[in-house]
């Protein structure tokens, strides 16, 4: 009975521990499910133009008929009075943001040595249009610059000088820099861009060959990157861990009270077993009153013998789950012994 009651025991002590390993990997899965939703993939479309257009104006000259050319030609520099140039820029999202924006054009004039020159001689920067800023709210982030008026003699002149001196080599780059920031609600997360279209003009040259830039035109999503916060990160750990740590004992505890019963419980179960016939069962614990005479053998075997010499059954009192007695009554005297846990412990 004792041995019963011991499984009885180990069982509801492991079923306790599975139920609460349960509820832990519970709370890590709902806890994993939350993220997962925090963290689901949400995404606001745009889009992206900027073209670039301009026109040359002509001194007067017997070669052209207007005054202008808006084809791409290759031009005679000495017909050339200014370029005009107009630029548009616009970015369209899927959601209206808070943005900050700033655009400016600047043009820098390098003066090489030589066409092989690497290192300019003469570099100067200029402002054609200072930094303009602009706080909006809205899905379209706009830039529209018309007319800006390049003087092509303006920055000619500069590099005539140059030519007492050395062949020169020379291009004036015309920066048009665009530049914003902004929130999406939607993401619940900051984003950016930034554009610079690069208009190039030889200076030094009889003929000029203007490269402009390509025209952008592209489309995409942006997509949420935002990332468990720190205090999340801790949560998710320490449920884990303690789900792990929880898996381990009760692991070690199995482990451990498998091995107690292999050494106590099993000796019991052994004697049960093979003296079966001589043992019978008893239903509560031993009691010694007084009055009576007690006596005390030193193993199960010697009461074997006694109970072989007196013919009475060997009576089994299971005390506790930790202790075990072995009596034999007669008339006069009451036989035992004791096998305890303890005594198989190292």
Known sequence: MAIKRRKIKRKVKIMIYLVILLIIFSAF???????????????????????????????????????????????????VDYFNIDYNYAYTLGEKIDYKLSYDVTAVLEVYDSDNDVKPIEKK??????????????????????????????????????KKEISPNANLKIY?????????????QDFSDNCVSEFSIPISQKTIDIKAPNNINESGVIKNSKKFGTGYMLLLVSTLALFLTGTIYLI????????????????????????????????????????????????????????????????HYANNDDLSVFVIKNDKDTYYTTIKRTDFED
């Not at 920067?125 to 303006?154: A, C, H, P, R, S």
């Not at 091995?259 to 106590?264: E, G, I, V």
């Open 252 to 315: 070690v505890y199995i482990s451990i009270t498998s091995k107690n019963k292999s050494r106590y419980d099993q000796k019991i179960n052994k004697i049960l077993r093979e003296f079966d016939r001589a043992i019978t069962e008893a239903n509560g614990e031993f009691v010694m009153y007084e009055g009576e005479s007690y006596i005390e053998v030193k193993n199960f075997m010697e009461l074997l013998d006694v109970h072989d010499n007196v013919n009475e059954p060997i009576i």
């Open 176 to 188: 048009i820099n665009v530049d914003w920031t902004g929130h999406s609600n939607k993401l619940n």
């Open 29 to 79: 899965w709902i806890e994993i499910s939350f993220g997962k939703t925090m963290l689901k993939n949400k995404s606001v479309s745009y889009t992206k133009e900027s073209t670039l257009n301009y026109v040359t104006y002509l001194k007067n000259n017997n070669h052209y008929e207007n005054t202008y050319l808006k084809e791409d030609f290759n031009l005679v520099a000495n017909l």
């Open 125 to 162: 920067e200029y402002t054609l249009l200072k930094k303009q800023t602009k706080e909006g709210n809205g899905q379209i982030i706009k830039v529209d610059i018309f007319n800006q008026k390049i003087k092509y003699d303006t920055y000619n002149s500069i590099v005539q000088e140059w």
